[in-house]
């Protein structure tokens, strides 16, 4: 009965693991969403009865099999849930557990039922990640057009989110920390680049566009 199911995986992949988990016939064990991006959620609602959504900042590094390296003091990573369904008491319960639970793991993890609007937040920062995956010459510049750009087009739909200002006052206590003098290369879709795996592009910047 205490069973969470963390979907913890690339967009490109987060559909057939879920439709792995519907055919074997989990839909009543919750699921939290652990994806960047937004369309998680809407793949998981139908096929689960109980959809937590989750905003991860963790700089984390994977680029050896079986080996993450978490690049922080202190504090490991923010790791915010709330229910992807906005007015579901159920969810919402649920979410405030496991923040707590979050919480004495050593994460920063606050309970919001607004949770959706702080992941829009967390996907106009990860539109520069193909930039820095792909561009050899100046890929800040190349990011910073392309979250600029982001923040344009959820203004012109009139999408009410959180800003990339809040977010980042959020996540402030995580403090970027070398690991055996080696400081974290690049993030996540760099290192998918790296181990020679797809990119996350087309589910990130191309569904932006």
Request: charged letters at 25%; hydrophobic letters at 40%; aromatic letters at 6%.
């Amino acid at each position: 009965p205490n069973d969470l199911i963390l979907l913890c995986t690339k967009l490109q992949d987060a559909k057939p693991v879920l439709n792995q988990m519907s055919r074997i016939g989990l839909r009543k064990i919750p699921v939290a969403c652990v994806c960047n991006g937004m369309h998680a959620e809407q793949w998981a609602r139908p096929r689960f009865d109980t959809v937590l959504s989750m905003l991860v900042w963790m700089p984390a590094s994977f680029l050896k099999p079986g080996e993450v390296t978490v690049h922080a003091a202190e504090c490991p990573g923010v790791l915010d849930v709330g229910p992807a369904h906005k007015d579901c008491p159920r969810e919402w319960k649920l979410a405030e557990s496991w923040s707590l639970r979050l919480n004495r793991a050593g994460f920063d993890s606050v309970a919001r039922h607004d949770i959706q609007r702080w992941k829009l937040a967390k996907w106009i920062t990860n539109l520069g990640n193909t930039a820095q995956a792909l561009v050899t010459d100046d890929w800040q510049s190349v990011a910073q057009a392309a979250r600029r750009e982001g923040e344009a087009v959820l203004d012109a739909a009139n999408v009410d989110r959180v800003s990339t200002e809040e977010l980042l006052q959020r996540c402030r206590e995580v403090k970027m920390l070398p690991v055996d003098g080696q400081a974290r290369q690049g993030g996540s879709t760099w290192q998918s680049q790296q181990r020679g795996q797809p990119l996350e592009s087309r589910w990130i910047e191309g569904a932006m566009a």
